[in-house]
Nanobody, 121 residues
Framework: QVQLVESGGGLVQAGGSLRLSCAASGRTFSRYAMGWFRQAPGKERELVAGVSRSGGNTYYADSVKGRFTISRDNAKNTVYLKMNSLKPEDTAVYYC??????????????WGQGTQVTVSS
């Protein structure tokens, strides 16, 4: 069983930056792809970014491409999401997720508790 703990959320003005972190424990971290999802009020949860087991391959939703960067440090069992040029529409609860295997765009089976990101205009 994996435990995922997010941190780094908060309130930021439009145009600002935040870095989210997700610390994983309970499994061999490097064996699993990771992702960041978000869910805004009244909307479905969506995949924002995914990263392969080695960190060499990434995926981004069109809405965040060029502004967000996902990365991982397998030595620290941590995945990050650097968010730049934040917009009010980025406001959501952000969740860290671990894939059941190697896919970094689907088949996520474990979730963190979420961290709130609020972007003011």
């Amino acid at each position: 069983q994996v435990q995922l703990v997010e941190s780094g959320g908060g309130l930021v003005q439009a145009g600002g930056s935040l870095r989210l972190s997700c610390a994983a424990s309970g499994r061999t971290f490097s064996r699993y792809a990771m992702g960041w999802f978000r869910q805004a009020p009244g909307k479905e949860r969506e995949l924002v970014a995914g990263v392969s087991r080695s960190g060499g391959n990434t995926y981004y939703a069109d809405s965040v491409k060029g502004r967000f960067t996902i990365s991982r440090d397998n030595a620290k069992n941590t995945v990050y999401l650097k968010m730049n040029s934040l917009k009010p529409e980025d406001t959501a609860v952000y969740y860290c997720a671990q894939s059941k295997g190697g896919s970094y765009v689907s088949d996520f089976g474990s979730w963190g508790q979420g961290t709130q990101v609020t972007v003011s205009s």
